[in-house]
């Protein structure tokens, strides 16, 4: 179904990431929560709403702030090299497997890890 696009959806949890459009352009935040079914992620304290809340037994009510989730096509994964939002490749890290790919094929402990980069500086974003 959504191969393709799920394959460009490469942001995790706790990625730092720049929102690139919206009226909260530039800000640098984490992931918190990524929804892969909606393409969605929620950045930290971006894209915060007021809500209005009513006093319950658990909190005293008033007016609580709250992320929205942004598509991910408006934030770019943050490359602490070029300290900027950025567009990141894939790279596989193993080079054992070039020609018989087939991905169930691999044996166990020769799993090849699949990492970011920076497309500008080639810079490495996943921590292994
Ligand atoms: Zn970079």
Redesign the pocket.
């Known amino acids: 179904m959504l191969k393709n696009d799920s394959y460009k959806f490469s942001l995790r949890k706790n990625d730092e990431v720049q929102v690139i459009s919206g009226r909260e352009k530039g800000k640098i935040g984490k992931i918190l929560k990524v929804d892969l079914k909606n393409c969605r992620v929620l950045v930290e304290k971006t894209n915060l709403v007021k809500r209005h809340v009513r006093p319950t037994q658990k909190n005293s009510g008033g007016i609580v702030e709250k992320e929205l989730p942004l598509h991910y096509s408006n934030v770019l994964l943050l490359?602490?090299?070029?300290n900027?939002g950025?567009r990141h490749g894939i790279k596989w890290m193993d080079g054992v497997n070039k020609q018989n790919t087939k991905p169930e094929a691999s044996s166990k402990g020769q799993k090849k890890a699949k990492i970011r980069i920076?497309?500008?500086?080639?810079?490495a974003?996943d921590v292994a």
Do not use: A
């Open positions: 490359c602490p090299k070029c900027r950025v920076c497309k500008r500086c080639s810079e974003l």
